[in-house]
T-cell receptor
Framework: TQLLEQSPQFLSIQEGENLTVYCNSS?????LQWYRQEPGEGPVLLVT?????EVKKLKRLTFQFGDARKDSSLHITAAQPGDTGLYLC???????????FGSGTRLLVRP | NAGVTQTPKFQVLKTGQSMTLQCAQD?????MYWYRQDPGMGLRLIYY???????DKGEVPNGYNVSRLNKREFSLRLESAAPSQTSVYFC?????????????FGEGSRLTVL
């Protein structure tokens, strides 16, 4: 069974601080996605990374895919209250094309 | 612009009752998925359908059955509900399971089994 472990599980920070969320696995994924979920809604895609070592930027969010395609990180610069939510990483299996989700990181950005 | 529509949004069942969660997408996607989300557990894959006419088990299929009725619709059935199936259920679709595109989710169905 492929597992994706996210850390930390919960993060409470002050507006303006930086943070990094990690997504790790012992398995190789053909691609990895990051989603953000708000209460009462389904997850919404933020980014997809495909190539080992790939770095993508989305405004204040920077996503990195590990060289071995087993891990990924999400870095937020100068966090804002609007960044509050549940962040989920999801990996696509090479063999079965199933999308497996990590357990999520709940972020609270205090004004 | 409906996207993925799930019904019902809320349901309370007694142990042993059965019910079906309905899901429909209007994006002409080939692949559809059912996930459950429990506190602190992220999303766990129950069943998926790579294309019309096919279904496969995910991580936690026990106690569930699915039907891919046509390309648009993918239903999830609980034959004999148990308290352990209390959860929020999400249906999702993607153009093609081999793609790296976006998985589109419905708004979720909150199920409570007493």
């Amino acid at each position: 069974t492929q597992l994706l472990e996210q850390s930390p599980q919960f993060l409470s920070i002050q507006e303006g601080e930086n943070l990094t969320v990690y997504c790790n696995s012992s398995s190789v994924f053909s691609s990895l996605q990051w989603y953000r979920q708000e209460p009462g809604e389904g997850p919404v895609l933020l980014v997809t990374v495909v190539t080992g070592g790939e770095v993508k930027k989305l405004k204040r969010l920077t996503f990195q895919f590990g060289d071995a395609r087993k891990d990924s990180s999400l870095h937020i610069t100068a966090a804002q209250p609007g960044d509050t939510g549940l962040y989920l990483c999801a990996g696509v299996s090479d063999s079965s094309y199933k999308l497996i989700f990590g357990s999520g990181t709940r972020l609270l950005v205090r004004p | 612009n409906a996207g993925v529509t799930q019904t019902p949004k809320f349901q309370v069942l007694k142990t042993g009752q059965s019910m079906t969660l309905q899901c429909a997408q209007d994006m002409n996607h080939n692949s559809m998925y059912w996930y459950r989300q429990d506190p602190g557990m992220g999303l766990r894959l129950i069943y998926y359908s790579a294309s019309e006419g096919t279904t496969d088990k995910g991580e936690v299929p026990n106690g569930y059955n699915v039907s891919r009725l046509n390309k648009r619709e993918f239903s999830l059935r609980l034959e004999s509900a148990a308290p352990s199936q209390t959860s929020v259920y999400f249906c999702a679709s993607i153009l093609d399971r081999e793609s790296t595109g976006e998985l589109f989710f419905g708004e979720g169905s909150r199920l409570t089994v007493l």
